[in-house]
T-cell receptor, first 112, second 114 residues
Framework: QKEVEQDPGPLSVPEGAIVSLNCTYS??????FMWYRQYSRKGPELLMY????GNKEDGRFTAQVDKSSKYISLFIRDSQPSDSATYLC????????????FGSGTQLTVLP | SQTIHQWPATLVQPVGSPLSLECTVE??????LYWYRQAAGRGLQLLFY??????ISSEVPQNLSASRPQDRQFILSSKKLLLSDSGFYLC?????????????FGEGSWLTVV
């Protein structure tokens, strides 16, 4: 079993839809959680960074962490074609970037 | 602001040939530097990690090596490429922030070994 599981998709939604992207994990020691966006043939770009449980909002993006369920989510409101990308979750127990564990990514397409 | 440059962006190399990918970071000093590989449909695999000049940790046994000759320069090398070395290679750097480190990636280098 992988430490971090992420549905690879592909996921297609119409423009303006609310998108929910999810990751589950098995290591209860994970404390720091990140979401990255990766456009085709480009390096991942940090979107959201959260610590422990709770919600964090940044514009159209909301990151949610439920440590009791070992489940994290990224919500995208009013999705745009420019949101079409692969979304990677990542997490680490101690805050050390060296110990980051990445999900394999969910491919999202927002249709105009 | 900090930026990271990685090159070449794309390369096609024959089996058995050498490899050199280079990465430089600007706008920060003494960064932690990383080399990752991303295979299709798979997550990011950490290959090398460096906390300073000539201080390199290898995370997985493989056909590759890394060097850090200067504070903000990180080089990924191979003496003889294998077909299995094909993939997307990413250089990254991290900064310590309150509550933990965040990692930032370069644009990546696509390597095809033929």
């Amino acid at each position: 079993q992988k430490e971090v599981e992420q549905d690879p998709g592909p996921l297609s939604v119409p423009e303006g839809a609310i998108v929910s992207l999810n990751c589950t994990y098995s290591n209860s020691a994970f404390q720091y959680f990140m979401w990255y966006r990766q456009y085709s043939r480009k390096g991942p770009e940090l979107l959201m960074y959260t610590y422990s449980s709770g919600n964090k909002e940044d514009g159209r993006f909301t990151a949610q962490v439920d440590k009791s369920s070992k489940y994290i989510s990224l919500f995208i409101r009013d999705s745009q074609p420019s949101d079409s990308a692969t979304y990677l979750c990542a997490m680490t127990p101690s805050g050390s970037a060296r110990q980051l564990t990445f999900g394999s990514g969910t491919q999202l397409t927002v249709l105009p | 602001s900090q930026t990271i440059h990685q090159w070449p962006a794309t390369l096609v190399q024959p089996v058995g040939s050498p490899l050199s990918l280079e990465c430089t970071v600007e706008g920060t000093s003494n960064p932690n530097l990383y080399w990752y590989r991303q295979a299709a449909g798979r997550g990011l695999q950490l290959l090398f990690y460096s906390i300073g000049i000539d201080q390199i940790s290898s995370e997985v046994p493989q056909n590759l090596s890394a060097s850090r000759p200067q504070d903000r320069q990180f080089i990924l090398s191979s003496k003889k490429l294998l077909l299995s070395d094909s993939g997307f290679y990413l250089c990254a750097w991290s900064v310590t922030r309150s509550g933990g480190n965040t990692i930032y990636f370069g644009e990546g280098s696509w390597l095809t070994v033929v």
